[in-house]
């Protein structure tokens, strides 16, 4: 038996179980086809990319989404020379998008909405550092568009 569970992948190193989020359960490894597209579309908005050729991991992620007459784009893409860079490039669109879909709805200035999604958007990166020298990072851009224009952090 391989200690793999039901359906679930194998890991392209060690044949232990791929978790959910593309990385081996056993050996932490990112397997190599693991979100090598990624594609996002809401409200007239859309955005792909896909795995570069140096790399195992699509290290991009990227959120687009819509909230009343706001149109939201966040993109992030992992800084390759950290640990768990497309983690951390993930959960940076995540939380900035969640953050910000509240806060326009409620009518908050796009400009201070967007501060505040990037500020927590950093705090959660900065809480899966292990260490600092164990420290993911990532880039990160965010848009706005509705009434009145458009507003970039």
Known sequence: MDGRQGDAPACARCGGTVAPDGHCWDCGVAQPAFRSRVEAAAGGAAGVSDRGKRREVNADAMAVTTAGAWTIGVVCDGVSMSPRSERAARLAAEVASGALVP????????????EEATRRAGRAVAALAVSPDEAPACTFVAGVTGPGGLWCA
């Open 103 to 114: 806060a326009l709805l409620a009518g908050t200035a796009p400009e201070i909405a967007l």
